[in-house]
C-alpha cells in the first residue's frame, strides 16, 4: 500500500500515517506491554520493526502546540492486501480517549478496505463488553462469527510468543 497521510477533519492536531518511518517503536513497546494492551507483550526492537514493516501499520499521532509530534495509537493489520485482513495491536492511550479517534481510524480502514474489491473479510479477536459495541458501531455489517452453525469451526495454536492470558 502506499503510503498515506490523514489529518482529523475537526482537530489539526490529530494524523493517522501509515509512514513507517514515523513509527515510533519505543512508544510502540511501551503500549505492547503496558495494562491498555494486554494481549501483547514487549518485543525486541528488530523484531518489532520486523512486525510492523510486513504489516499495514496505521500510526496515530498528536503534535502538541510545540510542534513536537507523539505517538499516541495504532491500529495494525495484517493482510496480503487482496483478499483478507485482521486486525491486531489496536490501541489509543488513555489520555487521548474519547476524543472519537478509535472511531476515526475504523472510518479510514473501512474506507481503505471498500476499495479492496477481492476482499473476503477483516478479522478481529474483541471483547464482548466494550469493543463488540464499538466495532458493531463503527464497522457497518459487523457481526460474531457463527461458524458452528454453517458447519466450520475457527481454530489456533499458541505457540511460545502468545501472552500468559490465552495459555
Not at 10 to 32: C, G, Q, W
Not at 51 to 56: F, K, Q
Not at 132 to 149: A, I, N, R, T
Request: with cysteine; charged share 25%; hydrophobic share 40%.
Amino acid at each position: 500500500m502506499i503510503a498515506q497521510d490523514w489529518t482529523h477533519p475537526d482537530d489539526h492536531e490529530f494524523t493517522v500515517s501509515t509512514r513507517k518511518d514515523l513509527l515510533d517503536l519505543a512508544a510502540i513497546n511501551d503500549a505492547l506491554d503496558s495494562d491498555l494492551v494486554y494481549w501483547s507483550t514487549r518485543l525486541p526492537e528488530e523484531v518489532l520493526r520486523k512486525m510492523l514493516d510486513n504489516s499495514l501499520s496505521l500510526g496515530l499521532y498528536h503534535t502538541g502546540p510545540n510542534g513536537v509530534r507523539q505517538q499516541i495509537g495504532l491500529a495494525r493489520v495484517v493482510t496480503d492486501e487482496v483478499s483478507f485482513a485482521y486486525l491486531t495491536d489496536f490501541y489509543c492511550l488513555k489520555p487521548f480517549q474519547g476524543k472519537g479517534l478509535g472511531s476515526w481510524i475504523m472510518k479510514i480502514l473501512d474506507d481503505t478496505f471498500v476499495t479492496w474489491p477481492h476482499l473476503r473479510r477483516l478479522m478481529f479477536i474483541t471483547d464482548p463488553v466494550h469493543g463488540k459495541p464499538f466495532y458493531e458501531k463503527h464497522l457497518h455489517k459487523c457481526h460474531e462469527l457463527d461458524l458452528v452453525s454453517k458447519g466450520y469451526c475457527m481454530m489456533e495454536k499458541l505457540y511460545d510468543g502468545a501472552p500468559k492470558i490465552f495459555r
